[in-house]
């Protein structure tokens, strides 16, 4: 059988998970806080016919040796934390992140999740928390009857409730950022991440300090999918996969010519 159509073949594999990712990025092009994802690739096993550096029988050595690809395969999937664009929405409890960091999220079940997508809400009980009613973490709850919540670019909250003409401080609402935040897992979508070994631990912290970015309120952070470049991408997967499925096509051209040889 020609090595070509199996080495083909892995190309038109890899091109479709290439698409698969794109058409990802494509559908969250207008998701709060959405990082786009890209697809690196690296060849296969080289098959050696002749290494290079070898002697010839007259004694001399190749410069140049034999060695035959078997083709590519996917390496990693990797998120691109670009920053998104702002999008002004005049809500006091739409925050964005300028620059580095994530806020910290409480599961139900204890455990901290981390996301960009800072369009909070607030129950019954004034606890401010994602719009799946995750709070969160460290809480912070806002008065009933606040009229007035102000969040700075430093992470301090404060509201003024009736009768009091001073705005009283809640709390500091903190980030954390990680040494390798394309190492998060986002195997639970809401747009959350959670922490693995890869990414390494959260490093917490006011805005603004420690390299963290500041908050901007009544803002929220876009996705940072560019729909031209998507759709460039995807004309490359596409011309890609089509290569090679014309080489498997010319492949079996070839082997049905050496099956029509007769004597």
Do not use: C
């Amino acid at each position: 059988m020609i090595r070509s159509m199996f080495t083909a073949a892995t190309g038109m594999i890899a091109q479709q998970m290439n698409i698969d990712s794109i058409a990802h990025n494509l559908a969250n092009v207008n998701t709060t806080g959405f990082k786009k994802s890209r697809v690196n690739f690296q060849d296969l096993l080289y098959e050696t016919i002749k290494p290079a550096g070898s002697e010839t029988q007259a004694g001399t050595t190749i410069p140049e040796g034999i060695q035959i690809g078997h083709g590519v395969r996917p390496s990693a999937i990797a998120k691109v934390f670009s920053p998104g664009a702002a999008i002004q929405t005049g809500n006091p409890l739409d925050l964005m992140i300028e620059g580095d960091g994530f806020f910290q999220v409480e599961m139900p079940d204890g455990t901290i999740a981390y996301t960009r997508d800072g369009s909070f809400k607030i129950n019954q009980d004034g606890v401010i928390m994602t719009a799946d009613g995750y709070p969160l973490s460290p809480g912070i709850t806002i008065p009933t009857d606040a009229e007035l919540v102000s969040i700075g670019s430093d992470g301090t909250i404060s509201a003024r409730v009736p009768g009091d003409n001073t705005p009283q401080t809640l709390g500091t609402l903190q980030l954390v950022r990680f040494s390798n935040p394309a190492g998060l897992d986002a195997r639970l979508g809401r747009n959350l991440l959670l922490e693995t070994q890869a990414s390494g631990p959260p490093n917490t912290g006011d805005p603004g300090l420690d390299g963290l970015g500041t908050l901007a309120q009544g803002f929220l952070e876009n996705s940072n999918v560019q729909v031209v470049e998507e759709i460039l991408q995807m004309i490359i997967a596409q011309r890609a996969y089509e290569a090679n499925s014309r080489v498997i096509q010319t492949s079996d051209d070839m082997l049905q010519t050496a099956n029509n040889v007769r004597r």
